[in-house]
């Protein structure tokens, strides 16, 4: 049980993690493309 707990928890850590790259680009490729 606990390795399931600990499985959803990595992936909504990578989740976020990965969510938080694409704003990241977003913001970077906004920026150069504005310039």
């Not at 993690?17 to 493309?33: C, H, L, M, Q, T």
């Amino acid at each position: 049980m606990l390795g399931v707990v600990f499985y959803s928890l990595s992936r909504g850590v990578g989740a976020t993690v990965a969510a938080k790259d694409v704003v990241e680009r977003g913001r970077y490729w906004a920026s150069s493309n504005h310039k």
